[in-house]
């Protein structure tokens, strides 16, 4: 029950209950993993997929970042037209991997970009047609602060949305 595991993911991380297990972690390695586990729902949908294999390793817990990718793909499935383009992107900026999901869906006004990541808000237009908590991108805010990144949307009403997070680069293995 997807309700129930975020209402226990939610009250774990609130209680500062998050016990990360942070090591060097390849992003195109935990993005695969959780397109593997989107597939289904992705089924018919073009993803077009830009992570680099050869982007610097992120200090990450590969569970928590996962569930972090799963809920920005999860919402971008729940939340724009059936068959609609998603763009899953990595790059490097300064000593962070920013990963981006744009999707061609709705948009998302002004006064909600504001408020998108507060627990139990749920968009005006999806409240009664879109099944939910409302504290899926609470929960990847927390787990992204949790990792000392950031996490953020940029969106224009009738042109889709971004969303974005980082993770700090892993320390470079010093060659002994």
């Known amino acids: 029950n997807t309700m129930l595991t975020e209402a226990i993911q939610m009250s774990r991380i609130e209680a500062g209950q998050v016990q990360l297990r942070r090591s060097p972690q390849s992003m195109s390695s935990l993005v695969r993993a959780q397109l593997e586990r989107l597939a289904e ?43 609609s383009p998603l763009t899953l992107r990595a790059h490097m900026e300064g000593s962070e991997v920013v990963v981006s999901l744009a999707d061609r869906g709705p948009g998302i006004s002004e006064p909600e970009q504001q408020r998108i990541f507060e627990k139990f808000y749920r968009g005006k237009a ?5 099944p939910g908590t409302g504290v899926g991108l609470t ?36 060659s002994a």
């Open 41 to 83: 729902s992705l089924e018919g949908r073009k993803v077009a997929v830009e992570v680099p294999e050869d982007l610097p390793r992120v200090s990450a817990d590969p569970e928590f970042i996962g569930i972090v990718i799963w809920q920005l793909l999860n919402n971008a499935v729940r939340y724009t037209p059936p068959g």
């Open 139 to 174: 929960i990847a805010q927390e787990i992204v602060r949790a990792h000392h990144g950031r996490i953020w949307v940029e969106s224009q009403p009738g042109k889709g949305a971004k969303f974005s997070f980082s993770v700090p680069c892993a320390p470079k293995e010093s």
């Open 126 to 130: 999806h409240r009664d047609r879109i």
